[in-house]
């Protein structure tokens, strides 16, 4: 009976340890396929202990916190044609994980703020709100939802129909704009003569026309600007089918270097 007492002992002190030893990672599921890493899932894991990172070099993945500061750093080399599996330390202040290639170029930035736990650091963070964490956001505040709480306060995320607090506050504006302003007994509203209305008005006019001048040279320079990139795009799209290349791998290369789908997309349709 007492050596059945001790293992049991033992057996509990070992779940005890593995317990404390246990640590959460994110973990990335990506694949590399011909020189692209594409994204397909995320989740939260318990490790058995911590996980050692042998790689010194390769894609560095990062986790950074609300406040746009890195929490994690890790680097990860990785094979073409492969599917991977990456550990990366999990932070209840997490916001991101961002993935960077070998030429420290961003190429993922996957947001991880459903799995952060900051509720009651006094502090409305901004994927929290009055609605999800009373403790850190007020009523009132702007945080993305209408809490229609009648608390003297117009939150800036209601409508006057959702919050009485908002309808009252549009009353009294109303109500202050057909106000007389007086500057003291007898004051009278100064009239503009009909000079100072034609001076004014002329004004106005040139203005406009300023502006409309200036956003035609804006649209003219942009236009001409994204000619001759939709003509390089052209250029190199049909030089590389050329040589054998799909159009989906073209694509995906000219997304890496930092060109917009809509742009590709009209040098595909020039060819």
Avoid at 5 to 12: E, N, S
Avoid at 21 to 45: M, P, Q, R, W
Avoid at 132 to 147: A, R, V
Wanted: contains cysteine; negative net charge.
């Amino acid at each position: 009976m007492k050596q059945a007492k001790i293992i049991l002992y033992m057996a509990l002190m070992m779940m005890a340890v593995n317990a404390a030893s246990a640590e959460k990672y994110f973990v990335l599921d990506v694949n590399h396929i011909l020189g692209s890493v594409t994204f397909n899932k995320i989740s939260l894991k318990d490790a058995g202990g911590a996980v050692r990172y042998a790689d010194t070099s390769g894609f560095l993945i990062k986790s950074v916190s609300f406040k746009n500061e890195d929490i994690d750093k890790i680097y990860f080399g990785m094979a073409e044609n492969k599917n991977y599996l990456i550990y990366v330390p999990y932070s209840k202040d997490a916001a991101r994980i961002e993935v960077y290639n070998l030429k420290n170029s961003k190429i993922m930035d996957i947001d991880v703020s459903s799995f952060a736990d900051t509720c009651g650091n006094s502090v409305c963070e901004e994927h929290e709100s009055y609605e999800s964490c009373t403790k850190d956001c007020s009523s009132g505040g702007g945080d993305d939802f209408c809490d229609s709480v009648a608390d003297g306060i117009c939150d800036p995320d209601c409508s006057p129909k959702t919050d009485a607090d908002c309808a009252e506050k549009e009353a009294g504006e109303a109500s202050e704009k057909q106000a007389i302003p007086k500057t003291g007994e007898g004051a009278k509203v100064r009239q503009l003569t009909e000079a100072e209305k034609e001076q004014s008005n002329y004004l106005w006019i040139l203005l406009a026309l300023f502006i409309i001048i200036i956003a035609l040279i804006f649209f003219l320079i942009k236009k001409r600007k994204e000619s001759k990139i939709i003509e390089s795009l052209r250029g190199y799209i049909s030089e590389n089918i050329r040589r054998g290349f799909t159009l989906q791998q073209i694509k995906d290369a000219l997304f890496r270097e930092g060109y917009k789908e809509k742009e590709i997309d009209r040098a595909v349709r020039a060819i």
